[in-house]
């Protein structure tokens, strides 16, 4: 081969030369391909997904229970929050029934590995886990099959749904927890775990903490999981920096009421309220997702406050503290989650009211028939444009006058009978074919359908009549009872010249046979 044909040659490409099954580093390339690529398959999978959600949820779980016990009253041994009941009941809550057991285990080393620097025991451990599967599974089956199916609490009902299972429930699972306690634990275990030896006493505590952690906490994660991306996709707009606006007046009133301003003796226990306005501002402004936020807000800066030893209660008893900030937050929550709903529900009901009254306007405005609302008085009240143009009239002009004076006297003998039935109910709607004036003086033709419209609020109601212009129909009618009369009298005519060809024919016949008769 000679140098001129080998420069002709194509030289090998760097794929081609990647693709030689000898070339190591081609193997190696291709190894590594396959495997980001399955890894890719891996992680974009159903599987991957719930291994990473039960990874969040075990992860969430350890760090809220152990910044809950770090965060424990000095001399108190129980948590003033454990939001860890409410991360699980919610995490059920956004799973599959057929995956709860899946996190119910994933939390159980979560849970052992909190407790386990604090010696509490196997028995009391497993008492522990039974009444957090207890209370999360209840709660979270009672919600699936009676409350929001979206989670946004915009509705009333399904806020009552979520009280009373955030009330209920934890009260019914603490019942059963303090019970099978005070079964197999003898009074020194109760007390060397800092349980109260009194039966209610014990209950009431448990109860107050989860019902508290419920209440704030479910919500906020629900709403996060359901509307997180959207809040996040619309960071920067205005109503963002209302919401930014909005927190910061709720933090530094929460510091200004629950810190050590609240130790002025000046201060009266009606400083409480200074963060009602603000409250009912997220209510409003931001509905219940708001609402939900803002006690969050209020929670957590309040029981910050006192755990450093600042607010209203700093000088009471460690146990009385914690329930009387539970209570405080409870009578906080309750009613303006209610209050939240029942504003979203106003405003639902305002926008629909509002998009049925624009679709009836533009039908009116729209039609192709004349639309009036009459009073029983006989008023012309609403009056479309359709009718306007019908009769010639503005609509101011038609206001003044009432259908009585648009109408051709001979016709309303023959509908006063039936107005009189629709006005006693005895007849639901009625239509005729009557006259009107125009305002030139002429008279159009209208088709007229009649009904009694009667307001649900128990007012006056309004006669509604819709009207079609027939005169075009009853000119063609007219046009053709003319044209049949003359048809009949042309008819007739012809009839009558036949009759008379007939009766000459047969005289002149006769005559022939008379003259042929006397020439014989």
């Known amino acids: 081969m000679s140098t001129q044909d080998a420069r002709q040659l194509p030289k090998p490409s760097r794929i081609q030369s990647l693709a030689l099954p000898v070339d ?43 910044i809950s016990l770090n965060l424990r009253f000095s001399g108190s041994t ?36 909190v407790h386990w620097t604090f010696h509490i025991g196997a028995m009391w451990m497993a008492f522990q886990m039974c009444h957090n599967t207890l209370l999360a599974v209840t709660a979270a089956a009672i919600l699936k099959r009676l409350g929001p199916s979206l989670f946004s609490f915009d509705h009333l009902q399904d806020v009552l749904v979520f009280l009373g299972a955030a009330i209920l429930v934890p009260g019914a699972s603490g019942l059963t927890l303090a019970s099978a306690v005070t079964a197999f634990s003898s009074e020194e275990t109760i007390r060397t775990h800092g349980w109260s030896p009194d039966f209610w006493h014990a209950w009431s ?28 996709a619309n960071l920067i707009s205005k109503k963002s920096l209302e919401a930014a606006a909005l927190g910061g007046a709720l933090l530094a009133t929460g510091y200004l009421i629950f810190g050590s301003g609240y130790a002025n003796p000046m201060w009266a226990p009606a400083t409480f309220l200074i963060s009602l306005p603000l409250l009912l501002w997220a209510a409003i402004r931001f509905g219940s997702a ?74 009116f405005e729209q039609a192709s028939v004349g639309i009036a609302l009459e009073t029983l008085e006989g008023k012309l009240a609403i009056v479309n444009p359709a009718f306007c143009a019908m009769f010639g009239y503005t609509e101011a002009e038609l206001h003044e006058l009432s259908c009585a004076q648009l109408s051709h006297p001979d016709d309303l003998e023959a509908e006063a009978p039936l107005f009189r039935d629709l006005c006693a109910g005895t007849r639901p709607s009625y239509q005729i074919d009557k006259r009107f004036f125009r305002k030139d003086g002429t008279i159009v033709w209208g088709r007229v359908s009649v009904s009694l419209l009667r307001p649900q609020d128990g007012s006056q109601p309004f006669v509604i009549g819709m009207l079609r212009d027939i005169s075009p129909l009853k000119q063609r009618d007219q046009e053709l009872v003319t044209l049949t009369g003359r048809l009949i009298e042309a008819q007739e005519e012809e009839r009558r010249r036949i009759s008379r060809e007939l009766h000459d024919d047969i005289g002149q016949q006769a005559a022939a046979i008379a003259a042929d008769l006397c020439a014989l």
Not at 206 to 226: E, G, K, Y
Not at 313 to 321: D, F, G, N, P, R
């Open 24 to 66: 190591n580093s081609q193997k190696l390339a291709s190894s590594l391909s396959e495997f980001l690529y399955a890894a890719n398959r891996a992680l974009r999978s159903n599987a991957a997904q719930v291994a990473a959600s039960l990874l969040i949820v075990a992860i969430s779980y350890y760090l809220a229970a152990k």
């Open 78 to 113: 129980k948590a003033a929050l454990w939001p860890n009941n409410a991360i699980l009941v919610a995490a059920l809550l956004l799973t599959p029934v057929r995956r709860w057991w899946m996190y119910l285990l994933a939390v159980v080393p979560a849970h052992i590995l």
């Open 205 to 232: 505590r448990m109860w107050l903490t989860n019902t508290v952690s419920f209440l704030v906490f479910v919500p906020v994660i629900l709403l996060f999981a359901s509307r997180g991306r959207f809040w996040f």
């Open 290 to 363: 708001g609402n939900s936020l803002a006690i969050a807000a209020v929670v957590c800066v309040s029981f910050w406050r006192a755990y450093r030893g600042d607010g209203p209660l700093a000088h009471e008893a460690s146990i009385v503290k914690v329930e009387s900030m539970q209570l405080f937050w409870i009578l906080l929550t309750v009613p303006l989650m209610a209050l939240a709903a029942m504003i979203q529900e106003h405003k639902f009901a305002s926008q629909a009211l509002a998009e049925s009254e624009n679709r009836f306007r533009q039908l």
